[in-house]
């Protein structure tokens, strides 16, 4: 039995260190720039300043708090919780349940014995619905702040110092604010295209399509990533027409390769249409809709796409223009991001960079980890963050959640491995629901059985991955998984399977 024991896991705790942390951050071993601090004295000095109130930000902020730091908070937006929760996670999340349901109202309730004459779409309800739930969390964090006596400054920050901050307050005074530490936590911004202007209305970014008035007929989305489907999902649920264009071969080049083609089955099953391989050469916008010309990415003919709306999902770009980053000397990479040390730290004394700014998946939740652990290392304490270990979730329906190693990467690291896979049409409590579409695909080196990578199409993917999260962080192997009681009937339980599927067989297939 591979059941790992305590001991095991206990000397798993102790021997953990910072060695075993991702090379994504351990790349740049900075050379310490030579500056005068300047330390302000007295009561006004603060041990940890966070510039941005995100998820990286104000995470970091709260846990400095309670480790006993004097902290304040720097941001600019007037409302706590950053792009995530304002304009970006939370508001997404509440749209595509709102869709979902309608589109379940419309297909699938019939099939349950519920029946109606008719239903309809209020979308300044559903809008409503959606503000509501972001009114109610950023007032949340504020109320967390109060909780944990951290300051929190409105305004725009900028550095002008390694302990001291430039603050451009709403009220359009100016206030300098000092810590003996500064984290950078600006998240980041939406990635335009050449030449195309994003004006919230005919074109929009995925600001502007979580808050569009009427549902377009049409509906062109640039970019065939983690947003761009989402987004697309939402207003395909609720009645418009889907063209994804995107330039690289596939969609979601990130995702398992086996994964990916049932995924992109299902989203064309739901009338979703894809143009792989093609490049956006133009985009034209007139008061009677949007005009894209486009060609083949590896060139030929031009053709011309028309839509009533275009959503620019071409990815995000980190947020570090205008923070007076050069005045100090922080070094950053060809694209703008920080670089950093295991420790956060740049190349400036005190000065310190977590989430989108810095390498990695530009993720809310590695945001937190990184804040987290970021404010430990100032305490004397240590952090650590693993980025092969971040999950990742597609909140379509289904969703797509991974963690690890795809098929493709481990082939590419020449490790022998094992594949493990169930299917939910398995799955009794799937099939009891009617919500049996998708699988769970396990991959195990073949010699220790240790899990190198786990993937699930499923409608509630993003809730069963995390069972997997804690299997790699222990360095479980699938039959630890599968010697697991799990309740039934769930769908938790075509975990189980397909790990019995990876290391023997499993029972229901």
Same mark, same amino acid.
């Given at each position: 039995m591979a059941m790992a024991s305590l001991a095991r896991?206990? =000397?798993?705790l102790l021997t953990r260190n910072l060695s075993n942390s991702s090379s994504d951050v351990l790349k740049y071993s900075p050379t310490v720039t030579s500056f005068s601090?300047?330390? =302000?004295?007295g009561s006004e000095e603060n041990d940890v300043v966070v510039i941005g109130g995100g998820p990286g930000g104000y995470v970091a902020a709260i846990k400095a708090a309670q480790l006993g730091l004097k902290t304040a908070c720097i941001e600019k937006r007037g409302a706590l919780g950053g792009t995530c929760l304002n304009v970006g996670c939370i508001p997404s999340k509440a749209l595509l349940h709102s869709s979902h349901m309608y589109h379940e109202a419309q297909h699938s309730f019939a099939n349950h014995g519920v029946k109606f004459s008719s239903v309809e779409i209020d979308l300044p309800a559903m809008m409503a619905q959606k503000d509501k739930a972001v009114s109610n969390l950023t007032r949340g964090i504020e109320g967390l702040f109060k909780k944990n006596k951290v300051s929190y400054v409105k305004g725009y920050g900028k550095l002008i110092s390694p302990s001291e901050v430039s603050v451009e307050t709403p009220d359009g005074g100016n206030t300098v604010v000092k810590g003996k530490h500064i984290i950078i936590a600006t998240g980041?911004?939406?990635k335009s295209l050449p030449g195309v202007t994003i004006d919230e209305k005919r074109i929009v970014s995925s600001t502007g399509a979580l808050a569009l008035t009427e549902i377009p007929k049409k509906l062109v989305v640039i970019g065939a990533g983690y947003i761009g489907l989402?987004?697309?999902s939402v207003w395909g649920r609720l009645g418009s027409e889907i063209t994804v264009v995107e330039f690289a071969a596939d969609i979601v080049p990130t995702m398992d390769g086996e994964i990916r083609k049932q995924f992109q089955r299902s989203l064309e099953k739901q009338g979703m249409k894809f143009m792989l391989k093609t490049?956006?050469?133009g985009i034209d916008s007139s008061a009677d809709g949007v005009k894209l010309t486009l060609e083949p990415a590896a060139g030929g003919d031009q053709t011309i796409l028309e839509a009533d709306v275009v959503l620019v999902s071409a990815g995000r770009s980190p947020y570090t223009g205008g923070l007076g980053l050069d005045k100090?000397?922080?070094e950053t990479d060809k694209i703008g991001r920080i670089l950093v040390n295991e420790r956060f730290s740049t190349n400036v004394p005190g000065v310190y960079a977590i989430g989108d700014v810095i390498p990695g998946p530009m993720l809310a939740h590695k945001a937190e980890?990184?804040?987290? =652990?970021?404010?430990?290392?100032i305490a004397g304490k240590t952090g650590h963050v693993d980025y092969d270990k971040v999950p990742g979730v597609v909140y379509t329906h289904p969703e797509v959640a991974s963690v690890g190693k795809t098929e493709e990467q481990v082939k590419a690291l020449g490790v022998?491995?094992?594949?493990?896979?169930f299917p939910f049409m398995a799955n009794s409590r799937a099939k009891a629901i009617d919500n049996a579409e998708g699988l769970v695909k396990i991959l195990a080196e073949k010699e220790t059985d240790k899990i190198l990578g786990v993937h699930i199409m499923a409608s509630n993917a993003g809730e069963l991955i995390h069972e997997a999260v804690i299997a790699l962080q222990y360095d479980a192997a699938s039959e630890d998984i599968a010697r697991v009681c799990h309740a039934h009937p769930t769908m938790s339980e075509a975990l189980k399977e397909a790990a019995m599927a990876t290391y023997d067989k499993p029972i229901h297939i």
């Open positions: 896991r206990k =000397a798993y601090r300047g330390f =302000a004295s980041s911004d939406v989402e987004m697309g490049k956006v050469v100090i000397g922080v980890e990184d804040g987290v =652990a970021c404010v430990e290392f022998e491995y094992r594949v493990g896979k």
